[in-house]
């Protein structure tokens, strides 16, 4: 079964950091790109960064620029988000999402991890 | 402010034909393909349309897209209740290098 599942999301203290982790299962991980999205409490979704097959290439959405860092281990079949300087308007579920080439979409979602930062 | 435009809500009765807009630039829906995703109360978003008119495996056809110029739609024939739910549209944005989605649009079943 494809599958997404995150992790290591919750409470943090305003200028705190979290590092947030994907696993990935039943597809070639290694060969898709792959993508953040969140969503803050009562509001739209909203896309935060995604990592190249490889690693080599990545986008950011300009809110999070300087400040969030995605990475993944091909190895492990996993994504990550680390997230330092967090603010009260970074407060939202996490979400990983599979971007398929073809068609050009997010195909696969995991269930999501909430972040709260709060003091 | 979403980048992408939708009306916050939209509604019908059973076996009604609802459009849910979605407005755009051209440096998004104007240069690439659109996707609608729909979000159940309380779960994940999933990918209802690809490609502004392509349904994955398993999407009934009552759902449909369209894109015209800078704008795309999508259309819920045949209304039911477990329609009820979040849509969003999205597109990559060659000027802002990123993914783009419409605020999304509230949809109830009356």
């Known amino acids: 079964e494809v599958q997404l599942v995150e992790s290591g999301g919750g409470l943090v203290q305003p200028g705190g950091s979290l590092r947030l982790s994907c696993a990935a299962s039943?597809?070639?991980?290694?060969?898709?790109?792959m993508s953040w999205v969140r969503q803050a409490p009562g509001k739209g979704l909203e896309w935060v960064a995604n990592i190249k097959h490889e690693g080599s290439d990545k986008y950011y959405v300009d809110s999070v620029k300087g400040r969030f860092t995605i990475s993944r281990d091909n190895a492990k079949n996993s994504l990550y988000l680390q997230m330092n300087s967090l603010r009260a308007e970074d407060t939202a579920v996490y979400y990983c999402?599979?971007?398929?080439?073809?068609?050009?979409?997010?195909?696969?979602w995991g269930q999501g991890t909430m972040v709260t930062v709060s003091s | 402010q979403s980048v992408l435009t939708q009306p916050p809500s939209a509604s019908g009765t059973p076996g009604q034909r609802v459009t849910i807009s979605c407005s755009g630039s051209s440096s998004n829906i104007g240069s690439d393909t659109v996707n609608w995703y729909q979000q159940l109360p309380g779960t994940a978003p999933e990918l209802l349309i690809y490609s502004n008119n392509q349904r994955p495996s398993g999407v009934p056809d009552r759902f449909s897209g369209s894109k015209s110029g800078t704008s795309a739609s999508l259309a819920i024939s045949g209304l039911q209740s477990e329609d009820e739910a979040d849509y969003y549209c999205a597109a990559w944005d060659d000027s802002l290098n990123g993914w783009v989605f419409g605020g999304g649009t509230k949809l109830t079943v009356l």
């Open positions: 039943g597809f070639t991980f290694s060969t898709y790109w």
């Open positions: 999402a599979r971007e398929n080439s073809s068609p050009n979409a997010f195909d696969i």
